[in-house]
């Protein structure tokens, strides 16, 4: 066949390789793809915004830097969960049966079902991006002692008047849906309003949705008590929200798998309370199906601290996703992993670590080469964003691939601990 580009004969493969040229820039066509190199062993995933299954321009992305996202996400990845678009503020915003706005979630759903990936929901039930009229009602909230703000955010700690320990600082206008304070939901009608809501975005998405994040950081931080953090959630039903959620889901759809997720899972006083947590559930019956772990770690974490963490988690007998990962270069998120999204901003200041490319790949390549250790265990590693440009992150450059969409050294030492896998023969001492 001939082919002519401004009057002169080219090659039929030139002309189709510079029109695919703006798609693919940033990668060449034999870098190895995460999802094949992975295939053996783990649903390689990746979180998504509605630009990309939309396919428009964002507020950070042009129009051509989003077609490249799109391109990127369907050469790497086999699985995919929303960043964003189905959690409550989003995808049910206002009360009542017309208060959905399903869009950006049947475009999410749509686009991985079509492309022929492992579809996640992410999430169900969560104290954070919930709207105030979630929680909203006739009953009086109740008295915060002396000396505490009656307007602290739940989001922020284990703290509430109901407990007796302060409450912090607020932060009004959080996420535009800032902390509820005035009169509330009793618990018959905020389960009521839970199951409703379950029902309808699980029942759905049925048969598509493989795998749901139920109930989001119901854990509270650090050692000691209480195990469960204070939000409206735990409130205003008390602690058995939790098993009503993963009820409520496993009624809508009973072969969905439901998870439990949670940050933070590589801290041993957090973990102890996650497997507190997840054997009382199991005692009881509730269908937790599997532990999701977010892993919004950083540089420092290794590879013996997330062996123990999945040593521990696997304790439990349930198949451990590692469900939000990513890896902060940023100065400052290197103390803890805490990952409270209204504390995101300051864990990227005071710019990168030295020689954060070679840290970064060090540390992907241990957290690799644990999740390859157990693999019997870890069914599902998703990365939480495409690139540095669209990650929450941005700032700590916490992915494999920059924002021009380039592999960066992380992202072939990855490659690498996959490589050594499926040769053991030539795996270094
Ligand atoms: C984050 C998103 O990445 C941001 O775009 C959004 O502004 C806030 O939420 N734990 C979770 C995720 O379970 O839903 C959070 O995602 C990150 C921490």
């Given at each position: 066949m001939k082919t002519y580009l401004f009057g002169y004969r080219v090659p039929h493969g030139w002309l189709v390789a510079m029109l695919l040229a703006p798609a693919l820039r940033?990668?060449?066509?034999?870098l190895p793809a995460l999802k094949d190199a992975f295939r053996d062993h783990f649903w390689v995933g990746v979180a998504v915004n509605r630009s990309i299954v939309m396919g428009t321009a964002s507020f950070r992305r042009s129009l051509d830097r989003v077609n490249e996202d799109i391109a990127l996400v369907k050469t790497h990845f086999n699985q995919i969960a929303a960043e964003n678009d189905m959690k409550w503020q989003l995808i049910h915003p206002r009360e009542g049966t017309n208060g959905y706005d399903f869009g950006p979630a049947d475009a999410f759903v749509e686009f991985g079902v079509s492309h022929g990936m492992q579809v996640a929901g992410h999430t169900l039930v969560w104290h954070s991006q919930t709207p105030q009229w979630v929680f909203a009602g006739t009953n009086p909230p109740p008295v915060a002692p002396a000396g505490s703000s009656a307007t602290g955010d739940s989001a922020t700690a284990g703290a509430t008047a109901t407990n007796g320990v302060p409450r912090p600082r607020p932060r009004p206008g959080f996420g535009g849906f800032g902390r509820y304070d005035g009169p509330r939901a009793s618990r018959d009608e905020l389960l009521q309003r839970m199951r409703d809501h379950i029902h309808t975005v699980v029942g759905r998405y049925k048969g598509r949705i493989k795998v749901w994040d139920v109930v989001n950081e119901a854990i509270a931080d650090g050692g000691g008590t209480p195990v469960l953090r204070s939000s409206l959630w735990f409130e205003i039903v008390g602690p058995d929200y939790i098993a009503k959620a993963f009820q409520y889901a496993h009624e809508a759809d009973p072969d969905a798998v439901l998870r439990y997720n949670d940050y933070g899972l590589e801290d041993p006083a957090k973990r102890r309370k996650l497997l507190t947590l997840i054997r009382s559930l199991q005692e009881q019956g509730v269908p937790v199906h599997a532990i999701g772990s977010q892993a919004h770690v950083h540089v420092g974490t290794t590879f013996e601290s997330m062996d123990q963490a999945l040593t521990e988690m696997a304790t439990l007998g349930l198949p451990i996703h590692i469900t939000e990962l990513d890896v902060n270069s940023?100065?400052?998120?290197?103390?803890?992993?805490?990952?409270?999204v209204a504390d995101n901003a300051s864990t990227t200041r005071g710019g990168l670590v030295e020689e954060a490319d070679r840290r970064l790949a060090d540390a992907y390549a241990g957290l690799f080469r644990a999740f390859l250790k157990h693999r019997d265990s870890v069914k599902v590693v998703t990365f939480w964003g495409a690139n540095d440009a669209v990650s929450w992150r941005g700032q700590g450059k916490p992915l494999l691939f920059d924002g021009d969409n380039r592999p960066k050294p992380a992202f072939y030492a990855v490659v690498a601990e996959a490589g050594k896998e499926s040769s053991p023969g030539v795996r270094p001492p």
């Open positions: 940033g990668w060449s066509a034999d940023a100065q400052g998120g290197q103390r803890g992993t805490g990952a409270d």
